[in-house]
């Protein structure tokens, strides 16, 4: 399989008819967002598959510029896999800020499947450590990665938008239904169920956002609450977002546990989820007196 490192390599010698040169890991080419009389772009792969580009040409010309030219998207930069396996544990990228070994990453895409940003999952939680991280992706760093989604002033840098969105547009698309948790985890836990189509926000609960009800409209969704205050606030505020523009809607809580992860973990099937609250039921269109 063609790796992206290997991808670009073959782009930049086919848009500037000069074969890049260098190491197995680190190459010179031809910038082709500007004329470059000499090599004056560095490409590079991380340990991760990630592909760093940097233009040292006259322009400076930025990451974006260099894959506009070479007619790829920015998500070409990255492996594919949308989740990436936990690495052996002499991986050097296993690491995250808070010390601990990095077992998860879940990708936050776009509608055409660009990555946005990520959370990663570390092996430890408790004592400090929330167990999660934010990250966005940035090809100027050595991990192609940083650990924030905000920027140097303060803001949010990144579009912010519902876990496997390109999954949950084409669910809303074919009527079949959303399921919404709480966090990543057990939205993988749901998507592990055949014909399941589970998303969730990034940053737990209370970090829903209010436009995100763009994606839902007509969409029939079911909330699986944790089993908690904090649950249940996240899932009224879901509620309050999604009211106005789903055909139905339910809230559910674990039968087992305190989450949709515990509830499946149990023995627990998608059928036998809790329904604790029914907003907005769904109704058979034409029916009545």
């Given at each position: ?69 070479l007619g790829l998207p920015m998500s070409a930069l990255w492996p594919g896999s949308p989740h990436t396996p936990p690495p052996r544990r002499d991986h050097p990228d ?147 977002t999604l009211m106005p523009v789903t055909r139905s809607l339910y809230v559910l809580q674990a039968r087992h546990g305190k989450d949709a992860c515990d509830h499946l ?25």
């Open positions: 399989m063609s790796t992206p490192y290997a991808r670009i390599l073959q782009a930049l010698y086919a848009r500037t008819g000069h074969a890049p040169r260098g190491s197995a890991t680190q190459k010179s080419a031809r910038c082709p967002a500007h004329e470059d009389r000499h090599p004056s772009l560095s490409v590079g792969v991380t340990s991760t598959g990630v592909v760093v580009i940097t233009c040292h040409g006259g322009p400076r010309c930025p990451t974006e510029d260099v894959m506009r030219a296993r690491w995250m800020p808070c010390g601990h070994d990095r077992v998860a990453d879940y990708l936050y895409q776009d509608e055409q499947g660009t990555v946005l940003y990520g959370v990663a999952r570390c092996d430890r939680k408790g004592n400090g450590c929330q167990g999660f991280r934010q990250w966005r992706p940035d090809p100027t760093r050595r991990s192609g990665r940083r650990w924030s989604l905000s920027g140097a002033d303060g803001t949010m840098a990144v579009r912010l938008v519902p876990y496997r969105l390109p999954e949950v547009i084409t669910a809303v698309r074919e009527s079949r239904v959303v399921m919404i948790t709480e966090g990543e985890k057990d939205a993988e836990a749901l998507r592990a169920r055949p014909g399941i189509t589970a998303t969730c926000n990034a940053m737990g609960a209370g970090k829903w956002q209010p436009d995100f009800a763009r994606y839902f409209h007509g969409a029939d969704v079911s909330i699986i609450a944790d089993r908690d205050q904090a649950g249940r606030d996240h899932a009224q505020a879901i509620v309050a973990t149990a023995g627990g099937t998608i059928g036998d989820f809790i329904e604790v609250w029914a907003p907005k039921p769904y109704t058979l269109q034409g029916t009545g007196g």
